[in-house]
């Protein structure tokens, strides 16, 4: 399967439920290492689709991070890896993923011969596949899923309802970013309406971390920096550090909520060091004036106005200049 930027072809709501209403096997992909949008969104589609009788597939290069896995049921879980399922699939949904790079090569290598509809909210989307649904300014992929399964009178089960919740929550930093909207907090109170038991499932998302959490919290704190006059905050990972401990993905989910919160920072970020030598980049903003999204464009990467991520090939010290570099540029 080759996918190509610029190839995709806006559609409303109306054409994309006419896709799936006459496509019988679908496969739903999103982004490795992927977050609480991306599996909520993933899951909750899937559920839906289920409910009206399509044989669903939802696969992903990387296995669901621990505090997400409460969304899984065996009917409809993340898979990773290969599944001899997904040749038979006559429509591939792509969700939450702004390009073709972040949906993992191993998982682009055995994607069958299908159209693709690409749905996100991601500004620096490349446009990929068949069909499109872009909207850049949803909180998260999930709010465009709410709208577009109850346009489509799709059924929303519970399962869909409380992953759908689960990625509006994960995306907005429990509504508290600036990209939550007045939209945005009447779909939550809708889902509420629905049966969301809203203490329950926080108390899964926010408070049930692995105890390597705090291990790799310390190892971020012995290189932790504040610089520019303190309107920059970041700290680095070793990748020795990352082993030792044992980390897993989704155990620094939210810690950069920590460099974001201190006072006087504009812009903050992590380095993370992966055993191939590629420094991971991920970059927050708090002051609208920032579009860390075109900052991380300087390294290829992207994602939104307020939080964006790159990858970076010369090491972490070189990393940290050059990021750093950018940073003061846009400041």
């Not at 049930?208 to 990972?237: A, M, P």
């Not at 920590?258 to 030598?277: N, P």
Request: proline letters at 3%.
């Amino acid at each position: 399967m080759t996918l190509s930027p610029k190839t995709a072809k806006t559609i409303t709501f109306q054409d994309a439920g006419q896709l799936i209403r006459e496509a019988q096997k679908i496969l739903i992909i999103t982004h490795y290492r992927p977050d609480g949008d991306a599996i909520g969104s993933t899951l909750a589609l899937g559920a839906s689709l289920m409910e009206i009788g399509k044989a669903v597939t939802c696969l992903n290069r990387d296995v669901t991070p621990e505090y997400l896995a409460f969304m899984e049921t065996p009917e409809n879980s993340m898979l990773s890896g290969e599944n001899p399922n997904i040749n038979e699939a006559d429509l591939i949904i792509a969700l939450d993923c702004a390009t073709i790079e972040r949906l993992g090569h191993t998982l682009l290598k055995s994607l069958p011969l299908a159209p693709v509809l690409t749905i996100d909210h991601h500004i620096t989307n490349e446009q990929y596949g068949d069909h499109l649904i872009l909207d850049a300014k949803s909180a998260a992929t999930g709010e465009i899923l709410y709208d577009f399964i109850r346009e489509n009178d799709f059924p929303l089960p519970s399962q869909a309802r409380d992953a759908l919740y689960t990625a509006i929550s994960t995306d907005t930093g429990s509504l508290q970013y600036s990209n939550s909207t007045a939209k945005t907090y009447n779909i939550m109170s809708e889902l509420v309406s629905y049966g969301v038991d809203v203490a329950t499932i926080n108390a899964r998302i926010y408070h049930n971390h692995n105890v390597r959490r705090i291990h790799i919290l310390k190892e971020c704190l012995k290189k932790f920096t504040v610089t520019l006059d303190g309107q920059v905050s970041y700290w680095e990972v070793t990748h020795p550090a990352q082993q030792e401990i044992g980390i897993q993905a989704g155990d620094m989910e939210g810690l950069m909520d920590l460099l974001r919160g201190i006072s006087g920072v504009r812009v903050c970020f992590t380095l993370e060091e992966a055993s191939s030598g590629i420094v991971r980049l991920s970059m927050r903003s708090k002051d609208e004036g920032v579009d860390v999204s075109k900052i991380c464009g300087h390294f290829g990467g992207g994602g939104h106005k307020m939080a964006a991520g790159a990858a970076l090939k010369c090491g972490l010290e070189k990393s940290a200049e050059q990021v750093l570099a950018v940073i003061e540029k846009a400041l």
